[in-house]
């Protein structure tokens, strides 16, 4: 059995010299084998330490019993400040938590049903578009869902499609701005002095820049539409009427600018690394696709599909969430301690990174069977389900779980289905993916496969 592809590991013993060269290139490479099989490992600096956990009970003392002492780290912050402001992803303390007051409701069960026609209209347009270039030959498949992603963004956020002018300008000055700064900030991460000053180049700040005016105008037209009693009842509107159930008070223009950068940020290159991990995992497992596909073929058929639909998908349902497993778009949290802490008999320090990694819990050796396989039929194992408990966090857990796992978790099978139903894909011999960690786990030279339409039964 070919296992999917993995990063190698870096040697154990480098100097700290020659691991920021490895981390500045990609921080999954940079880390060491032992990673698979530690519950815990330390990071020494000379400017500060900070701590692996792979032990899913340190796991969730940080992220479920005690988030409030274990905030988001401020390194996390400075990078991504002039793109996503005040927005929910980066504040801590009161401020986040009455963003995730308004917020949480938009993405509930019966709302999340209302975004469904949206999401069928963008896996529409997306087959369209693939429709179009399948003639067998190489198709770089992230850009296209990359493009999917963000045209649901649109679909369900605003009611526009991803062709909108103001939408496809966000869509395109986004790109520009990830070739400027890559979004995960490495600084987060690195072990560098908190005193040394990190500068955001001309060009990061100024497609920031862009960005959130042209956000700033779909906020302003909505807010318009709101007071004159005509707007979509999409989910910006929801946010932007939803009062604060403590205080009454709803977000103003700017914050909402905040939080509707961070959707789009969030919402869209997350469910765009995992889509296309999804093909290329159905292009390199013809057996496990020929399933999918029937699945697709004997739900998807028909109009008037509604989110119900979405139950019938449940083998495409348990490979999206595999494929979650193996390739977890956020690869790793950062989070720092507040307080003195004991984590394993050892001593951590206030201020001391905290570093959980769904990328290595997900392939834990000493937690899952067959940890680097892919098996969507594990989640039937006793193993499976176990570690579906405990090591399995792809939208994180606790107080700041992804409010949009339930949002992914319709979009990525419906989208993936449905390309299934319409394309037989294969992988491209010549150009295996190689995963790195960017802001999300992405392919190194990206992912190419080959799309061929399926005859009509
Ligand atoms: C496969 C798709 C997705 C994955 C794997 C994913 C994963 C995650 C993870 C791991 C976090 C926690 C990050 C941390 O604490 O450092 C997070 C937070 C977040 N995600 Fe998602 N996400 C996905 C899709 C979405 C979508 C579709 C939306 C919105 C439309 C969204 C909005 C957010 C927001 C706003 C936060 C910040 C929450 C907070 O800090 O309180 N995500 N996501």
Redesign the pocket.
């Known amino acids: 059995m070919t296992l999917p592809p993995k990063p190698p590991s870096r040697p154990e013993n480098v100097s700290l010299r020659q691991y920021l060269k490895l981390f500045r290139a990609d921080i999954l490479s940079a880390q060491p084998a032992r990673l698979y099989r530690a519950w815990m490992a330390e990071f020494r600096t000379p400017f500060f330490r900070s701590y692996l956990c792979n032990d899913p009970q340190l796991v969730d003392l940080v992220l479920k019993k005690r988030p409030d002492d274990f905030p988001?780290s401020n390194r996390?912050r400075e990078g991504l400040a002039p793109l996503l402001g005040n927005?929910?992803?980066l504040t801590n303390g009161e401020t986040?938590k009455r963003?995730?007051r308004i917020?949480d409701p938009a993405?509930e069960g019966g709302r999340l049903r209302d975004t469904f026609p949206a999401m069928w209209a963008a896996g529409q347009a997306c087959v369209a578009r693939l429709r179009a270039q399948a003639d067998g030959t190489p198709i770089e498949i992230e850009a296209e869902t990359s493009h999917a992603a963000a045209d649901v963004?649109f679909r369900?956020?605003f009611s526009i499609p991803i062709e909108h002018a103001v939408a496809g300008a966000v869509f395109s000055e986004f790109r520009a701005h990830q070739r400027a700064q890559p979004l995960l900030n490495l600084a987060a991460l690195l072990p560098m002095p908190k005193w040394l000053p990190r500068f955001h180049s001309k060009n990061t700040k100024r497609t920031a820049a862009k960005i959130r005016a042209l956000i700033t105008q779909l906020t302003e037209a909505r807010a318009a539409a709101i007071a004159a009693g005509h707007a979509p009842d999409d989910?910006a509107t929801k946010i932007m009427t939803t009062p604060d159930p403590e205080t009454g008070a709803i977000f103003d223009t700017d914050e909402m600018v905040d939080?509707v950068a961070?959707?789009f940020l969030?919402?869209?290159e997350?469910?765009a690394?995992?889509l296309a991990w999804a093909l290329y995992l159905m292009a390199t497992h013809p057996e496990w696709q020929a399933r999918a596909a029937a699945e697709a073929e004997a739900n998807l058929t028909g109009e008037n599909q509604t989110f119900s639909t979405l139950n019938k998908l449940k083998l495409t349902r348990a490979i999206f969430r595999e494929t979650?497993r193996l390739y977890?778009?956020?690869p790793m949290?950062?989070r720092e301690a507040t307080c003195p802490e004991e984590f394993r008999e050892r001593r951590v320090k206030a201020g001391a990174q905290v570093v959980i990694s769904?990328w290595h819990l997900h392939r834990h050796e000493r937690l899952w069977d067959a940890p680097d396989a892919f098996d969507p039929a594990r989640f039937e194992t006793e193993n499976g389900k176990a570690c579906l408990r405990e090591a399995y966090?792809?939208?994180?857990t606790g107080?700041?779980?992804?409010?949009?796992?339930g949002?992914?978790m319709a979009?990525?099978p419906l989208i993936l289905a449905m390309i299934l139903q319409a394309f037989e894909i294969t992988a491209v011999a010549e150009r295996p993916a190689v995963p790195v960690a960017h802001l999300t786990v992405r392919a190194k030279d990206g992912i190419w496969l080959r799309l061929t339409p399926r005859e009509a039964p």
Not at 393 to 396: A, D, E, K, L, Q
């Open positions: 988001k996390i927005s929910v992803f986040w963003q995730r917020i993405f963004i369900t956020l989910l939080q961070i959707f969030a919402g869209h997350t469910s690394s995992a979650l977890p778009p956020v949290m950062v769904p966090i792809p939208f994180s107080a700041r779980v992804c409010p949009g796992a949002f992914a979009e990525g």
